[in-house]
């Protein structure tokens, strides 16, 4: 099944994280994907409050991933921009995070694709500055 969202500010993007966020269940595994500046960190915020995880969250861009534990829900945050070869996950611990009792939110997932659960929910974000600077198309499958 795909859903599709089309967003028009920074809040409304925020918004359908939150709600997603308040939707997640244990040992979800949600994979965030588009290019630089489409918003990813803007969603991750939203559904990291969506957990009730009220501190900052930004992304875990030089550290690769990010755990809060004050939600309803551990949230473990990936950014993986930055990982040279898929190894490098076995490194982090990354079997823990993907199959444990928290909800994973992995951004730049495409670069990690042979490791992701085959039940993992992909959310693409999209930008089209003819549709004005701030419109998302946001795709979830």
């Not at 949230?75 to 823990?96: A, K, P, Q, T």
Request: net charge negative.
């Amino acid at each position: 099944m795909t859903e599709i969202w089309e967003t028009g500010s920074p809040e409304e993007t925020w918004r359908i994280g939150y709600d997603m966020g308040k939707c997640a269940s244990p040992g979800q595994v949600c994979c965030l994907d588009g290019d630089l500046g489409v918003g990813k960190t803007v969603f991750a915020q939203g559904f990291a409050a969506g957990l009730g995880i009220s501190g900052p969250v930004n992304s875990p861009t030089f550290t690769i991933l990010q755990v809060y534990e004050d939600g309803r829900l551990p949230l473990y945050h990936f950014d993986v921009y930055r990982i040279g070869d898929v190894e490098e996950m076995d490194e982090i611990g990354y079997e823990d995070c993907f199959y444990g009792d928290g909800v994973c939110l992995i951004e730049w997932s495409e670069r990690i694709r042979e490791i992701l659960p085959e039940t993992a929910v992909h959310i693409g974000i999209e930008k089209d500055v003819e549709r004005g600077f701030d419109y998302r198309r946001i795709t979830v499958r």
